[in-house]
């Protein structure tokens, strides 16, 4: 309520008389909400009113707000530094409220191309036949928009046209800029679309087998890890007498001492901490569920952070951005305080991704004298042959399987 922000009357009475008078209220209880400060939300109550006595003065209305109105405003406050700053953001917010209150027409829906629409398409069906992730999803929905584009531009749809030259084409592009991995991914969605469009009646000819294979080795790489003192070193940077570090701080245990990925940390939710048995449920990929132990200092960093930091929000996860507004920590927020904290530690390791602490561990499992199964169990890996490339980083083992060296023609 504007109630709980400005105290003297008179202040209240000039909020309330503004042409945005009428809407502060709800827009104040929702910064609440989102963890915005009360300074801020009284920042944003006087650019309201700015905005309101602007529209006032060129003799527009509340339901004539949209974009372009938002944008010039913004424009025309340069001579206020502060305003400037703040960018339009809070009047976007506004906007969006008055849109689903009916006060502002709803915006008009941008119109999808027919690439757009074959594209999205795909993707549900990759959801409901597939049961994929939704960021797995709006990954294959991409590269499928992109060799759409490759193809065709924003023109009509040739499908039954496609062949080995425009398939090549995309490739050959694509290669020339992304990483092998990287690239090997995206040509396993291209079949999986082109098995899509041929289940669908789209294409008369399966081109699956145009595709051309990506170079790469069964085991080629070895596994991007650090010692076991440095992991201790990336967690003694987080300055736990913050709230920030804290959370940092559970994080990074989760990472180090479970072997999570970045997507497991982000998707934790506070019902998935069964305190009283000791055990964590993890939504791993593919959708599956899986139950693991609640080792003690894991739940010390987890009960730490949730009691005395983590801000009351509406989103049940339990890692959220720390400052306002106050929204779950997605993957890449969790990858975000990996590179942080290796950064902070002065360490130079060989990625900076949340993976480098999952290698690590089995790393360290391996040279404790741990078997190739146990390390996939920790893990959680589907197949034996997924763990295989541990065995790179065994030296001992590796030394006692070398062969000498053939010395002056000797046999």
Known sequence: MLNDYFARAEILRRHRAGLLGAYLDTYTSTAKEHGYPPSTVRYHCYVFRLFGRWLGRRGLGVGEIDDDVIVEFWRKQRHVPRV???????????LGYLRAQGVVPAQQPTERTEADALAHRFGTFLEQRRALMPETVRQHISVAQEFLQSCFARGPLRLHALGEKDITQFVLGAA?????????????ILRSFFRFLLEQGEVDVDLTGVVPSVA??????VPRHISRSQVEQVLASCDRGTPMGRRDFAILVLLARLGLR???VARLELG????RTGELIIRGKGSTIEVLPLVAEVGEALAAYIEKDRPRCQTRRVFTRMRAPITALVRKGVTAVVRSATFKAGLDVPARGAHVLRHSLATSMLRDGATMSEIGVVLRHRSPATTEIYAKVDIASLQRLAQPWPVGGAR
């Open 84 to 94: 400037h700053a703040t960018g339009t953001k809070p009047l976007r917010w506004l």
């Open 176 to 188: 020339k800029r992304l990483s092998p991995r990287t690239h090997q991914t995206r040509m396993s």
């Open 216 to 221: 790469s080795w069964r085991l080629a790489g």
């Open 262 to 264: 970045a997507c497991e």
């Open 272 to 275: 998935d901490i069964r305190w």
